[in-house]
């Protein structure tokens, strides 16, 4: 199985242009690489919930009781009541939505569509507005603080922070190769970020703007969520059925947890008992309880 295969097929089967531009690129930079299939065996008492078509990336409400999950080929966005294990509402939002996260003041959400080159901002429960900007964003993180927005880059190699209209430019984090997940850990002083076609995963002091260290890990890391504690990293492997679990401290993998359908985003509960990880082939989001 190699990356390239896997990304062809994703292509002409779920219609997904950004994923087929970031194969395009990384063939032009000689970034592609033969990759060994692997099947783990799915975690015993992992669940799923049942969402809509493609989802992409996922996130909780501070609360703890809704996930937000994003449907690339729905062109929506799903909103999971975690106490009935089930969808309650879809709003729609523009064509290929990626990224979501969950801005801590508990009314917005902020979804990436990297086809459209948009910033989408959500007034919970479904006020929709969109900002256009001249960079296609990948994946979305936010600040503790809820005012800034990181945006990876990947066609650009770089994380850019922005504010939540996608209008303040507040500086770049370059050098970072395909960048496609990033996080910020709760604190506020380190960004996570991960390179699809490396293998990798940086740590980013933010306030320096240095690079901390890269963390190897398995094929495709694609999604990464933080710890409430800040203690743990997870990243989710697109399409390869696992997701690592990283020591930031240690800076390297001290586990791996595997599920099924291709996972490509993750998220963590604030209490820090779940991870949630969206199934991108199966439609669904796997619950782990940690």
Sequence with gaps: MTIERDSRELAAAHLDPPLQRLLEAARHKNRLVPRTETSPPVAEGVSTIAVGQSPH????????????????????VSEVDLSRGEVVATFAVDEGPYGVAANPDGQHLHVTVPDSKVLIVVNLPDDVFGSGFNHAPYGVAVGPDGQRVYLALALEDQVLVTDR????????????????????????????????????????????????????????????AVSPDGNRVYVAHFPFDSVSVIDPGRKEVVGTIPVGGAPRGAAVSPDGTHLYVTNFFADTVSVIRL
């Design 57 to 76: 990336s996922v996130a909780v409400s501070p609360d703890g009781t809704r996930l937000y999950v994003t449907e690339f080929k729905g062109n929506s």
């Design 165 to 224: 209209f996608a209008k303040g430019d507040f500086g770049t984090f370059t050098g970072l190769d395909f960048p496609v997940g990033v996080a910020v850990s709760p604190d506020g002083r380190f960004l996570y970020v991960t390179h699809y076609f490396s293998d990798r995963v940086s740590i980013v002091d933010i306030a320096g703007g240095t690079l901390l260290g890269r963390i190897p890990v398995t094929e495709g890391p694609y999604g990464v």
